[in-house]
């Protein structure tokens, strides 16, 4: 995290900087404070290793995520076999090495922060 703040910032994730599409949902990044924030959107029947593999070219997501859950419900397997759901309210920490899907009918929206600086950007 940013720990040298010299200005004051303000970015609207609806006005995002960038926006990476992938199948069944998207990315909107934006940069502030040296921190790379964003807000994912999953729709259901969204899978990483069916959406978002083709693009990463990785045998699993390779992208290291702390974020909170707005709303959904996520599971995520480790590489290792660990298994984690997440749902709305949740704070996350998932470190690289893992594949992720939509639980249920409800679109998953999430926010991002920090390392997802090539998260769905073709290699």
């Given at each position: 995290?940013?720990?040298?703040?010299?200005?004051?910032?303000?970015?609207?994730?609806?006005?995002?900087?960038?926006?990476?599409?992938?199948?069944?949902?998207?990315?909107?990044?934006?940069?502030?404070?040296?921190?790379?924030?964003?807000?994912?959107?999953?729709?259901?029947?969204?899978?990483?290793?069916?959406?978002?593999?083709p693009i990463a070219k990785t045998d699993s997501c390779q992208a290291a995520h702390v974020g909170y859950?707005?709303?959904?419900?996520?599971?995520?397997?480790?590489?290792?076999?660990?298994?984690?759901?997440?749902?709305?309210?949740?704070?996350?920490?998932?470190?690289?090495?893992?594949?992720?899907?939509?639980?249920?009918?409800?679109?998953c929206v999430l926010i991002d922060i920090g390392a997802i600086g090539n998260y769905a950007k073709p290699?």
């Open positions: 995290m940013a720990t040298n703040i010299t200005t004051a910032e303000r970015k609207n994730l609806s006005q995002p900087e960038e926006t990476r599409p992938f199948s069944k949902g998207r990315l909107e990044v934006v940069n502030i404070a040296g921190v790379t924030m964003a807000r994912a959107t999953f729709e259901p029947g969204w899978k990483w290793s069916e959406c978002v593999k859950m707005i709303s959904g419900k996520m599971d995520v397997v480790m590489d290792d076999g660990q298994r984690l759901t997440f749902e709305s309210g949740d704070a996350m920490s998932i470190p690289p090495g893992h594949d992720a899907w939509i639980v249920g009918d409800e679109p290699t």
